[in-house]
DNA sequence: TGAGAAGCGGAGAAGGTAGTCCACTTTAGG
DNA sequence: CCTAAAGTGGACTACCTTCTCCGCTTCTCA
């Protein structure tokens, strides 16, 4: 359905199965250790060749967009939903915390958000379907009072950006410097939160340079 | 003075010579690529083979430790003087200014402190010299009644390697985000801060994630 | 059922980095 | 000045990843 190969020529039955089970190994590698994993490793997981890999998706883009339109439509939808709800501040507290949670589940969806620049122009445009979600739930907050208006859609993205970086799957880390970065950026209609989880430790600390790292 | 190889065995004139031939090297590539760079680049910008750059720092911990203990050393001093000042406020915000500033201008230096564990255990001391002076300005903010109470010395560490991603020679954006932060992490005693800096723009984006990627 | 087209995968070339080896050069010091 | 020790650097091995080539297999459809 948002997949233009069919249009083009009907695989033979076997290149179609052998195609799924690529698909699946790539989502499997690409949330686990991101976007950058060997085409060998695809092949190998996949149980077919390298040259078959490449012969489905010869650029990288291809698998890219494939694996993730669908998962970025879906967070689309979700910015609408928060755009329905009364509440401009909770609207796009619970967007950002959606998108957030997504990316925190897997490494390659994260990449595809925050640095999809990498990844060619139709990564890029994948990637942009959020854009125009965030700007309305940032102009409505705006409209409401509810954050600072020297903020932009902009610096939600670096946040958000910034956030990512403290995203481990052991921890809610995050969520805790989400809650100070919303502290910053609201007018003194919206209460301070609480911070959520508990200060990091030494270990977390390792924990997600170890995980960052290349 | 800081380098025990000397003690043990005087270098001959030509081998010193080209050892600091290779720092020098070092340091320039460290700086602009980060602690990653092959040694066989080290190597030639130093005008020097492969071999002697392995000869004399067997471990990339030397090289790193050797380069960058002095200018720890050096920012320990200003976190010292931090804790001089009248106002433990000014005396915080003053030292992370120094702390992001330095790291702002060199990419290994960053790396050497937001991910000293990649680099071994002595790179992991090294950097650790910061952390009894940050501990000691949190300490005295909280005294002050200046910092939220549920906000410790790990959290500045974690919000230092946030805003790290920000950095780019071109623009002054990490000082935007940082002052998100510090206004989300203050008690009312401090007044806001007036965010400084534009709003990132599209190219800015661009740049930071082409700068950050490898 | 048997071409012919479509698909397959291992091997291998190309390009990059880590780290070592050893025949040669340079220095120190008697 | 001459020799022994110290130092040198390029070539080499090993390893990894990308991407292609081509002899072989499998499917499709008449």
Redesign the interface.
Known sequence: MTDSTELHQPLRRDAARNRELIVAAARDLFAESGLDVPYDDIGRRAGVGVATVYRRFPQRDDLIVTLFDQRVADLAKRGDEALEMEDAWTGLRSFVEKVMTAQAGDRGFAQVL??S??YGRRVETCAGQLHPRLAALVERAHQAGVI?P???T??F???M???I??VHPNTG?WR??A???????TTDLVPRE??PAD????A???QL??RW??
């Open positions: 925050t640095r620049a990498l600072r020297d903020i932009g902009a610096d993205e670096m946040l950006t910034m956030l970086s403290m880390l805790r410097y809650a100070v970065f919303f502290d910053g950026i609480r911070l200060q990091p430790t030494e977390d600390l390792r340079v170890l790292a290349h």
